[in-house]
């Protein structure tokens, strides 16, 4: 009987691992999937695979286009507004007119296990060149300045990165090509947050970071200021 049930929480498992795989394969393609393109992505099937998309998309989560693949559906959004609004809506407008102020991508990662997360990135609208990415960037906590600036609101560790100590010294996290080669990177953690968050900037310039240190630690400074609960009025007398 024990048999029995672990076998069936293993094609539970299974199955579920594979829905999600399948639509994880979708989001990050970035021209939506075939029935056929997932087979191969699955090693399945071609019939799984439809199945697997059917029951995707009934819950929204993927469209079938004109185009014969599947794409994001528009469920996701819902999905996506429900992670951490309270950070995302104090950092929005802020991340928006730092990215005007230096003509740079501006990102919100937070810490989540091993690696540093984006959950909302903003391109200038002063810039027409600037580095790209998309939001769900993950990048290890021990490599590149926004894992460094995590990692530097967290309690000091003996094994811990000589760049997250300095980081936490001076309030700020930077690196060279150690995510995107070439590519300049500072970060500063944002306070009073769970999970742990921070604000990056990336850029291929380097005059461009070294102006951003101060900005990107104030940006940093402000959203979680906006984050901090408003003490009630006293009555008068």
């Known amino acids: ?31 939506g999937m075939t029935v056929q393109d997932l087979a191969r992505e699955l090693d399945v099937h071609r019939s ?12 929204g989560l993927v469209a079938h286009g004109s185009d014969g693949a599947y794409h994001p559906g528009a469920r996701l959004a819902t999905l ?23 003509g740079c991508t501006v990102a919100l990662f937070v810490a ?30 021990d490599r590149g300045a926004a894992g460094y600036a995590l990692m530097s609101a967290g309690g000091p560790a003996a094994d811990e990165p000589a ?8 309030g700020y996290a930077t690196s060279l090509g150690e995510v995107l080669v070439g590519a300049y990177a500072v970060a500063a953690p944002v306070p009073h947050t769970h ?16 102006v951003a240190e101060a900005q990107v630690v104030k940006a940093a400074q402000r959203i979680g200021q906006a984050l901090r609960p408003v003490p009630p009025e006293l009555p008068a007398g």
């Open 1 to 31: 009987m024990a048999g029995s049930a672990t076998g069936r929480a293993q094609t539970g498992s299974q199955t579920l691992a594979r829905g999600l795989h399948a639509l994880m394969a979708v989001v990050e393609s970035g021209r």
């Open 48 to 59: 799984i695979a439809y199945r697997i998309l059917q029951t995707l998309a009934d819950f």
């Open 80 to 102: 996506a507004g429900a992670y951490l609004p309270t950070l995302r809506e104090a950092a929005l407008p802020i991340l928006r007119e730092t990215a005007d102020e230096l």
């Open 112 to 141: 989540e296990g091993r690696e540093a997360v984006a959950i909302e990135l903003v391109e200038p609208t002063t810039a027409t060149h600037h580095i790209a990415f998309r939001s769900g960037m993950r990048t290890p906590l």
């Open 163 to 170: 760049q997250v100590t300095l980081a936490r010294e001076r």
């Open 195 to 210: 999970p742990r968050a921070c604000v990056n900037i990336i850029t291929h310039r380097e005059d461009q970071a070294a």
